[in-house]
């Protein structure tokens, strides 16, 4: 696959942060996903909050799996480090990576997909083990890079484009974060930059494991069933010489609502999500308050954005390991070889 990096060309009067950057040093690669992806916001945000945060972009992680939401990575900050694993796998990566080197900040962005279905097993141990990271999942309800298939996520009742209604109880990454003990958890929208961005911010600065759940509106298919324009219909009628697929462009879908207040988001294809944003004088320290007033929510169809729940003293992957506190390739060659009689010591460990 060919990246096209952006020009590099800034006006004088950009704003710079200390370190002498601009936001436009903070981007990457231009954006493949489909016009008014609400994949494409969330990169603005982080681009924005990496920006302010004044982060070396040779000390920041990207990591991801595979969908459109694993995309991500190659759209911001192209001189950081960036690795795209197998499907489901990212956080695996993650926890080599940062046991290897806690001085570096790693952010992994993956999917309902990537995270809910086959990576599950995987999400869960990095929450268990508090990796110091944070994790963005660009949600969905679908399988974008496979034809809008419901994933995990989808909720009970919602229809696909061909018709047919899901009927499996959806996997909420909120909730399941909070029973697995996690010690940063924080939805949002896509489309809400004021709100998110600061969650990014918090979320880089938390030491431990920090989950932002992102809802991401996927703009229209056009490959449902009963469509003259449908892979199949085409298959039946037409002889291909090269199969293409056109996505026609698609607003951004934006918003802002106050603290408190509950607004109707209208989706592409017509259908609506109902958020709610947090009161004023939210407790996010209470983990048993935080659980029942998502699920409390989540039964009246909506869904609470903001800090959900924050652990104020976690102790992190490496306080729970005592791992050391430099980099490993910077641990000299003989600490690293404990000889023929060191390394038998720690094998008799293991009879």
Not at 64 to 72: A, W
Not at 113 to 131: E, K, P, Y
Request: aromatic share 8%; charged share 20%.
């Amino acid at each position: 696959m060919t990246y096209l990096l952006k020009p590099k060309v800034a006006h004088p009067s950009l704003r710079r942060n200390s370190l002498g950057f601009t936001r436009r040093d903070y981007e990457g690669t231009l954006s493949t996903l489909c016009a008014g992806c609400g994949h494409d916001s969330i990169t603005a945000a982080i681009t924005e909050a990496c920006w302010s945060l004044e982060m070396e972009p040779q000390n920041l992680v990207k990591l991801s799996g595979i969908g459109c939401s694993s995309k991500t990575t190659a759209y911001f900050v192209s001189g950081g480090h960036g690795f795209n694993s197998v499907h489901g796998r990212m956080p695996s990566i993650a926890t080599g990576a940062n046991a290897a080197n806690r001085n570096l900040s790693y952010i992994g962005v993956s999917g309902d997909g990537d995270t809910l279905s086959i990576g599950m097993g995987q999400f869960c141990h990095a929450i268990r083990r508090n990796i110091n990271m944070l994790y963005i999942i660009e949600n969905n309800g679908v399988y974008g890079l496979t034809k809008g298939q419901f994933s995990a996520s989808a909720d009970m009742g919602s229809t696909a484009k061909k018709g047919e209604a899901n009927a499996q109880v959806p996997i909420d990454p909120v909730l399941t974060a909070l029973s697995l003990g996690a010690g940063f958890v924080a939805r949002s929208f896509s489309g809400d930059k004021a709100q998110l961005v600061p969650l990014i911010q918090a979320g880089l600065k938390h030491r431990g494991f920090a989950l932002i759940d992102v809802l991401s509106p996927c703009v229209t298919f056009n490959d449902h069933e009963g469509s003259t324009k449908s892979y199949a219909f085409s298959r039946e009628h037409y002889q291909e010489v090269v199969h293409t697929d056109f996505v026609p462009k698609m607003p951004e879908i934006t918003t802002s609502y106050e603290a408190g207040e509950a607004l109707s988001v209208q989706m592409h294809d017509g259908s609506q999500v109902r958020l709610r944003k947090l009161e004023k004088d939210y407790n996010p320290t209470d983990r048993s308050a935080a659980y029942a007033d998502i699920q409390r929510r989540l039964k009246e169809r909506e869904f609470l954005t903001g800090l959900l729940y924050v652990e104020p003293s976690p102790a992190d992957f490496h306080d729970l390991n005592e791992t050391p506190a430099s980099a490993l390739n910077a641990v000299p060659y003989e600490k690293l070889s404990p000889g023929s009689e060191g390394l038998q010591k720690i094998l008799d460990r293991y009879r």
